[in-house]
């Protein structure tokens, strides 16, 4: 199956969403939230994250998460991440009672396509009750369906709609050959780590596959005339001249995290980092990056 092919499946059965003047999403992407080690790269900005999900929440936003949300490769307990990021997965749970969270897979968290593995996993979490050290069990995101692409409807006539994928499709090695990937990552690279040696399979940390990759979706992007969103990569973009393809970037930056805007009908790039006020107090700042442009065109 070819690479065209790979990224038509994935929005032959996606569920299309409105897009229109009074639509308001934030798309991100590449989280790899962790278990909390060495290996969680998510860890160093979880605050970020944290802050920048109740701005959404409290300005009404849908939150869109284009896969790799969780790091399934490199673990296989997704009890321990939901343990270590119970305030966040408490936050994602209230967008998901409101209708406004829809989750896309990755490469990273393919394994959410499994039904058996959702309903384990994510319909309900243990947290603990004020005082009380014993666990109950609260809804996390009951009757969550995980997609592999969603599509924004745009209601301007003569318009483009905008396809959301999380890109792997695009790069061999980590849509058809996952599992091996998987498997390199769990028991070879996780561990070398440690030591500075970057997973070769990958395309956020190897530039000559993210290039390929980039240039890729970017072909499928113009041949098919549409506006292509992913992530994978982690090189946020977004070309006010050419919204042929856009990126939301990732979540584990070095010091910032970046995401995508879509509000009254237009597009924007922000990221947020660390900043400090006079007063010498620390709060998370959200900065443009490029943007806004028209998306009814």
């Known amino acids: 199956m070819s690479v065209h092919s790979r990224l038509d499946k994935s929005f032959e059965e996606a569920p299309r969403l409105p897009l229109n003047y009074r639509s308001k999403y934030v798309l991100v992407s590449d989280c790899h939230r962790g278990t909390g080690t060495t290996n969680d790269n998510f860890l160093k900005n979880q605050n970020l994250y944290y802050g920048a999900l109740q701005y959404y ?11 790799d949300g969780d790091e399934l490769w490199e673990n296989k307990n997704m009890g321990q991440i939901i343990s270590i990021h119970s305030d966040i997965f408490c936050l994602l749970s209230h967008f998901h009672r409101q209708g406004r969270l829809f989750m896309l897979h990755g490469n990273h968290d393919m394994i959410k396509k499994n039904s058996h593995f959702l309903q384990k996993n994510y319909s309900q979490y243990p947290r603990i009750c004020g005082n009380n050290p014993h666990l ?9 369906k995980i997609y592999s692409g969603i599509i924004l409807e745009n209601a301007v006539p003569d318009s483009r709609d905008l396809y959301l994928t999380h890109g792997h499709q695009a790069d061999v090695c980590n849509s058809v050959f996952w599992r091996v990937s998987r498997f390199l990552v769990r028991h070879l690279w996780k561990p070398l780590e440690h030591f500075g040696v970057l997973d070769p399979t990958s395309a956020a940390k190897n530039y ?27 090189r946020p973009s977004l070309s006010e001249d ?12 070095p ?6 805007e879509i509000e009254h009908m237009r597009i924007r ?9 006079p007063d010498m107090s620390l709060y998370a700042a959200r900065e443009l990056i490029s943007g806004p442009a028209a998306v009814g065109k």
Request: hydrophobic letters at 30%; aromatic letters at 10%.
């Open 208 to 234: 000559t596959r993210k290039q390929k990759t980039e240039r890729r979706l970017y072909q499928y992007a113009q041949q098919e005339n549409r506006i292509l969103i992913t992530g994978h990569t982690h």
């Open 242 to 253: 050419d919204l042929s393809y856009c990126n939301c970037g990732s979540c584990v930056h």
């Open 269 to 277: 790039l922000v990221k947020w980092r660390l900043a400090v006020k």
């Open 255 to 260: 010091s910032c995290i970046t995401c995508l």
């Open 136 to 144: 109950e069990k609260s809804p996390l995101f009951p009757g969550l």
């Open 57 to 67: 929440y409290r300005l009404g936003y849908t939150y869109i998460e284009l896969g």
